[in-house]
């Protein structure tokens, strides 16, 4: 199955910066994803990375906020804008691979923390 | 709209008893069912999955679960839990494969010796 590298692992940021999430993965993947984990809760949706194009956004996440690119097959990325404490998560990015079972494999998650 | 509700946040169960992990959904047409653990400082890794056919499906490390749809449930299973299976479960939902999926709140499950 698809090996997924999520970087950095985890960081500290102060409110009102941004931070950017790496995804890479070791092979072709046809569908990727954002995910958000809030401190003891489940996995929301943030939005389908779309290659070359504008990532399709869930109810309740913005551009803005949340801009997305994915370059190619294998790679994206998550920021997180003008940071606050509310933003204080896991984020963990999905894909399908491109070979196996349609199902979504995860990465190990991002866990960001805001002071 | 899909929906996932899994009625239990913490579940404890001794060493070497059985397990069941309940989970209804809310879809109307015929669902993809997937049950998922995370372990702690971990990401996400697919215990089973549902899409079609029998009924009782059979995943890794001795978990089963079975999909009734009379009940709208998907309930995972474990005829004897040992001190790793000690996690969060989530079980999730999609409207086909290989596209995004909606969780459960999830179920902490702590094992007692």
């Known amino acids: 199955s698809a090996v997924i590298s999520q970087k950095p692992s985890r960081d500290i940021c102060q409110r009102g910066t941004s931070l950017t999430i790496q995804c890479q993965v070791d092979?072709?993947?046809?569908?990727m994803f954002w995910y958000r984990q809030q401190p003891g809760q489940s996995l929301t949706l943030i939005a389908t990375?779309?290659?070359?194009?504008?990532?399709?956004?869930e109810s309740g996440f913005v551009i803005d906020k949340f801009p997305i690119s994915r370059p190619n097959l294998t790679f994206s990325t998550l920021t997180v804008s003008n940071l606050s404490p509310e933003d204080s998560s896991i984020y963990l990015c999905?894909?399908?691979?491109?070979?196996?079972?349609?199902?979504?494999?995860f990465g190990a998650g991002s866990r960001l923390t805001v002071l | 709209a899909q929906s996932v509700t899994q009625p239990d946040i913490h579940i404890t169960v001794s060493e070497g008893a059985s397990l069941e992990l309940r989970c209804n959904y809310s879809?109307?047409?015929?669902?993809?069912l997937f049950w998922y653990v995370q372990s702690p400082g971990q990401g996400l890794q697919l215990l089973l999955k549902?899409?079609?056919?029998?009924?009782l499906v059979q995943g890794i490390k001795g978990f089963e679960a079975e999909f009734k749809r009379s009940q709208s449930s998907f309930n995972l299973r474990k005829p004897s839990v040992h001190w790793s299976d000690a996690a969060e479960y989530f079980c999730?939902?999609?409207?086909?494969?290989?596209?995004?999926?909606?969780f459960g709140k999830g179920t902490t499950l702590s094992v007692s010796s």
């Open positions: 999905s894909v399908v691979p491109l070979s196996g079972a349609n199902v979504l494999t």
């Open positions: 092979s072709q993947v046809t569908m």
């Open positions: 990375a779309n290659q070359g194009s504008e990532a399709t956004y």
């Open positions: 879809y109307g047409a015929t669902p993809y």
């Open positions: 549902y899409f079609s056919g029998d009924t």
């Open positions: 999730a939902v999609s409207n086909q494969a290989g596209t995004a999926l909606i």
